[in-house]
């Protein structure tokens, strides 16, 4: 179970339907927790988290998601 009071975290990520343990790992102390740097817009990920407590690991939660905004592209085109 996810211990809400712990002070460290582990989050693993990836394009949804990855297979867990080969997503990316991230270790973190922040809670709320914002990913950055994710290269595709529109695209749904999948995600688990754990907490830390000591130098054990809590189970990973279930997997949970959440989907890229659509990044529009200014094409320089104008008409009158």
Aim: one cysteine or more; hydrophobic letters at 30%; glycine letters at 8%.
């Amino acid at each position: 179970m996810l211990n809400i009071n712990a002070t460290e975290f582990q989050i693993e990520y990836g394009v949804s339907g990855f297979v867990q343990g080969t997503g990316t790992i991230l270790n973190t102390t922040s809670s709320p927790f914002v990913v950055t740097n994710i290269a595709l817009d529109n695209t749904k990920y999948d995600y688990y988290i754990r907490s830390k407590c000591g130098s054990e690991y809590s189970n990973w939660t279930k997997k949970q998601s959440f989907q890229t905004k659509c990044i529009g592209v200014n094409a320089g085109y104008t008409t009158n």
